[in-house]
Nanobody, 123 residues
Framework: QVQLVESGGGLVQTGGSLRLSCAAS????????MGWFRQSPGKEREFVAA????????YYADSVKGRFTISRDNAKTTAYLQMNNLEPEDTAVYYC????????????????WGKGTLVTVSS
């Protein structure tokens, strides 16, 4: 099993920045991809960004390209999501996700979920 714990959410004004962290523990050697998803009230959980644990290949949703950056620190088994130029539409609960053998670009590919951290962007 892998446990994921997010941190770094909060309230920020439009145009501001936040950095989310996701600390992984347990059988982290089994992680192939880690990623971030988000869910707003009344909407389905959607893909935000993903990174391959070995090699660092990244994927982004079109809505966040150029504003968000996903990275990882292998030694700390932690993934990060740097979010810049935030917009009210980015308001959501952000979930960390991990998969053992698949690319994490949709919810069906996720093996492990964190509990989420709330990001609120005020206009």
């Amino acid at each position: 099993q892998v446990q994921l714990v997010e941190s770094g959410g909060g309230l920020v004004q439009t145009g501001g920045s936040l950095r989310l962290s996701c600390a992984a523990s347990g059988r982290t050697f089994s992680i192939y991809y880690m990623g971030w998803f988000r869910q707003s009230p009344g909407k389905e959980r959607e893909f935000v960004a993903a990174i391959r644990w070995s090699g660092g290949i990244t994927y982004y949703a079109d809505s966040v390209k150029g504003r968000f950056t996903i990275s990882r620190d292998n030694a700390k088994t932690t993934a990060y999501l740097q979010m810049n130029n935030l917009e009210p539409e980015d308001t959501a609960v952000y979930y960390c996700a991990a998969a053992r053998g698949r690319i994490v670009v949709d919810t069906t590919s996720v093996d492990y979920w964190g509990k989420g951290t709330l990001v609120t962007v005020s206009s």
